[in-house]
């Protein structure tokens, strides 16, 4: 797990972050804006999540669908925020993140489920502008904490991130359990002790 915590450094020239959509000139020779997603956004970002799984060899593992994500996006509390590059109107990237809580920090906290852009366009600086955005976020937010996972083999995203200031937690390892083991694990417990849901 990476994270970037309490002084946010952020590049880019844009000063505030609400709706509207920033330009980044990270080129003379290009400009890259970046908006919040909406639900026109659910089939492109779709793509976008597979191609991503399918670098990180785990495309058998996208279950949500474009009807998902559209659905999703059209609620008042997403379950998540999304941030879209686009470069000359075309979509090139995203970055998916939602909000959690630190108990040590006492603050709110922006953790970044996946980062994306598309290979066309890598290496002009639309991570980057991407990670900044979100960064700005979570200072208006007030979010002391931004983090994120990264595959262990990724060298380049590991080289990019910790580029931008990022340090690996060290002595921590993430847990998980899918949708099945919750399953089994709760018909077990309610099998062995009873147990009331405040």
């Known amino acids: 797990m990476y994270q970037?915590?309490?002084?946010?450094?952020?590049a880019g020239n844009h000063r505030?972050?609400?709706n509207r959509t920033?330009?980044?000139p990270e080129r003379q020779d290009m400009a890259v804006s970046i908006r919040s997603a909406s639900t026109e956004d659910a089939?492109?970002?779709?793509?976008?999540?597979c191609e991503l799984a399918r670098y990180e060899k785990a495309e058998h593992c996208v279950k949500v669908t474009a009807a998902d994500l559209e659905r999703q996006l059209a609620q008042d509390d997403a379950p998540f925020g999304c941030l879209i590059?686009?470069?000359d109107g075309r979509t090139c990237g995203f970055a998916l993140y939602f909000y959690a809580y630190s108990t040590w920090e006492g603050s709110a906290t922006i953790y970044l489920e996946d980062l994306y852009v598309n290979p066309n366009f890598r290496?002009?600086?639309i991570g980057a502008?991407?990670?900044s955005f979100l960064a700005e976020i979570a200072q208006q937010k007030g979010c002391r904490r931004l983090e994120w996972s990264v595959l262990d083999w990724n060298a380049t995203a590991i080289d990019f991130y910790e580029?931008?200031?990022a340090k690996p937690i060290a002595g921590w390892t993430r847990y998980r359990m899918d949708a099945l083991t919750i399953q089994t694990f709760v018909s077990n417990t309610r099998t062995q002790a009873p147990c009331e849901v405040a």
């Open 43 to 49: 089939n492109q970002l779709y793509q976008m999540i």
């Open 129 to 131: 502008a991407l990670m």
């Open 4 to 10: 970037i915590a309490e002084n946010f450094t952020s």
């Open 123 to 125: 290496g002009a600086g």
């Open 16 to 18: 505030t972050v609400n």
């Open 163 to 165: 580029r931008l200031g």
């Open 85 to 87: 590059a686009e470069k």
């Open 22 to 24: 920033h330009r980044y």
